[in-house]
């Protein structure tokens, strides 16, 4: 329930032999040693002065100093939980093995251990989990054939489809580089310039920018991603986790009450919810393409900042995840958990999309830098098999990940001397055929704006109405040219957007209204408040 003392999550086992007058409770250093005092530093009389030698303090200080490692770059507040992922054994009505070997999928009732880690983006550690934000939603499966990282948001696009434009992206979100506020000026002046970014306004501004918690939002990969059958055959697949808590989403003001009081809502929910045996649960569902461009269609498959219609793709449930375990430590478990799109198993694979390839060098790249070179050795990452690799050393080596009966002087391959041997291959490789120019280009079919139009108009009035409301906030105070713009391509989503803006912007400018207060705009927002009270 969270209150153990035993660090099972972190995986310690300790030699547990007791010298005589100490037990299992005794307070010792690192080194073993019993300490008799913990309260006073050794020191020449009581007054004073402190000496060098102080080994037990000068170990808990110094290891106190170093109790951080550098948040997240993105991602950095979030809450995790561990849990279980049990197959339905086919996809929708097929068998799955038409589509893919991938083994944890295959038998109904098959149970794979999860960890999840829920985030929030742009902000710190310890920031409000009631921002406008995507959601992370990154899920570690501990499979039979080692790990399977979905590394998701709970919003099915993306701003941008180029992992080129990623650091640009979050630089714009993130706090000014000189005062170090989040503005809405900075954050409009990048996505004025990006149109490929509306689908993603639509949804991001409106009450979708702000789920209530986190059991109760979905989940998507997001990415196009690749299934591959016995004969290395290939479709197109999208990932969607569907809560079986139902969605809700809450308004700015539903928000700014909520943080008022607790900027610790969903971390809080998600701990008490689990300690109390009410276990969330999500289906995972797919969404199945053959694997080719589809010139039928008026986007392209490999564009995450589109969804797939599913009327034509329908959602096929696979599997269901139950969370059923609260982390027992939060930093060895939470902080120090590192998901990464390149980590699949046999019968997943990547597809072509631009997006997830820079994705896939971008995690792995910074785990190395934030946790360290053996940030795979730490249990909460390792995976619940077999591992046995030639890659030795670097800081914080916890073991040598050699397998039993290994010549321990073979740390190379090949060998003749009993090392490590390859696998040897069961199904035949998926193996893609490609030639082409080597470009720097955007994709053909753009089409920012069909399916920005289409969510603002599927919107129920009030979320139409907070996204305005949100979107007039954010810019009031924004240079002219940025604002001129987000009118323009809301216009081109759909004209009663754009109007709506712009009589909104006109409004909160001529001091007529107390629409538009947000996080982003705090001086409108102080309006708002004042104005509130006058009524
Ligand atoms: C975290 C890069 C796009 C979902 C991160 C981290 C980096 C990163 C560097 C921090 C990882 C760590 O410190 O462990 C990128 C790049 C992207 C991109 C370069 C685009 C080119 C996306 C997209 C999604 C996403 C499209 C949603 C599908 C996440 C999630 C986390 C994360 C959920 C947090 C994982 C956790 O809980 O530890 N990303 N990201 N990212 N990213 Fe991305």
Not at 164 to 174: A, E, R, V, Y
Not at 403 to 429: C, F, I
């Amino acid at each position: 329930d969270g209150t153990g003392t035993a660090v099972t999550g972190a995986g310690t086992s300790h030699d547990q032999r007791t010298a005589a007058g100490e037990n299992a409770q005794t307070l010792t250093t690192r080194q073993g040693h019993p300490l008799t005092n913990n309260q006073n530093l050794r020191t020449v009389g009581n007054r004073g002065p402190a000496t060098l030698e102080n080994y037990q303090f000068l170990e808990k200080i110094s290891h106190f100093d170093r109790e951080r490692v550098p948040e997240r770059v993105v991602h950095a507040r979030g809450a995790g939980a561990h849990g279980v992922f049990e197959a339905y054994g086919k996809v929708g009505d097929e068998p799955i093995e038409k589509y893919t070997r991938a083994k944890l999928f295959n038998t109904p009732g098959k149970q794979t251990p999860v960890f999840v880690r829920f985030s929030t983006v742009g902000h710190g550690g310890h920031s409000p989990e009631t921002l406008r934000d995507p959601r992370g939603f990154a899920v570690k499966f501990y499979t039979e054939d080692g790990n399977w990282d979905l590394v998701g948001n709970n919003l099915k696009v993306f701003f941008i489809r180029d992992a080129m434009k990623f650091p640009d992206l979050i630089h714009s979100q993130k706090p000014d580089p000189v005062h170090n506020r989040q503005t809405g000026e900075r954050i409009f002046d990048f996505i004025s310039n990006t149109p490929e970014a509306m689908h993603m306004v639509a949804f991001l501004f409106s009450p979708w920018g702000i789920p209530a918690n986190y059991r109760q939002m979905q989940g998507s990969g997001v990415n196009t991603y690749k299934w591959i059958n016995a004969q290395g055959e290939a479709v197109l697949v999208k990932y969607h986790w569907e809560p079986l808590q139902g969605i809700k989403n809450l308004t700015a003001q539903e928000a700014e009450a909520i943080q008022a009081k607790n900027f610790n809502h969903a971390t809080q929910d998600l701990f008490d919810n689990i300690k109390a045996g009410n276990f969330p649960e999500w289906e995972l569902c797919v969404q199945i393409m053959s694997d080719d461009e589809h010139p039928e269609l008026d986007f392209d498959p490999l564009d995450d900042t589109k969804i797939w219609p599913q009327d034509q793709f329908p959602f096929l449930p696979v599997g269901k995840m139950t969370l059923n375990k609260n982390p027992e430590n939060y930093f060895a478990e939470v902080e120090q958990s590192a998901f990464g799109t390149g980590v699949l198993v046999d019968g997943l694979d990547f597809s072509d999309d631009k997006m997830l390839q820079g994705r896939t060098f971008s995690y792995s790249d910074t785990q190395r830098y934030r946790v360290g070179t053996n940030y795979l050795q730490l249990p909460i990452n390792a995976p619940k098999k077999h591992v046995a690799t030639n890659q030795r050393d670097g800081q914080m080596t916890y073991h040598v990940d050699s397998a039993p009966g290994q010549n321990v002087h073979v740390n190379y391959e090949p060998s003749s001397l009993n090392g490590l041997k390859e696998a040897p291959r069961t199904a035949p490789e998926h193996t893609p055929l490609y030639t082409g120019r080597l470009v720097r280009q955007t994709l053909d079919r753009t089409n920012n704006f069909k399916q920005a139009g289409e969510r603002y108009r599927l919107h129920e009035d009030w979320e139409r109405d907070d996204l305005i409301s949100n979107m007039v906030g954010a810019l009031a105070d924004a240079d002219r040219k940025v604002s001129d713009k987000m009118v323009e391509l809301c216009t081109n989503c759909d004209p009663d957007w754009g109007q709506r803006l712009a009589d909104g912007l006109q409004k909160a400018r001529s001091g007529k209204t107390a629409e538009g207060g947000n996080q982003y705009n705090e001086s409108k927002a102080a309006d708002a408040v004042a104005q509130a009270e006058a009524v």
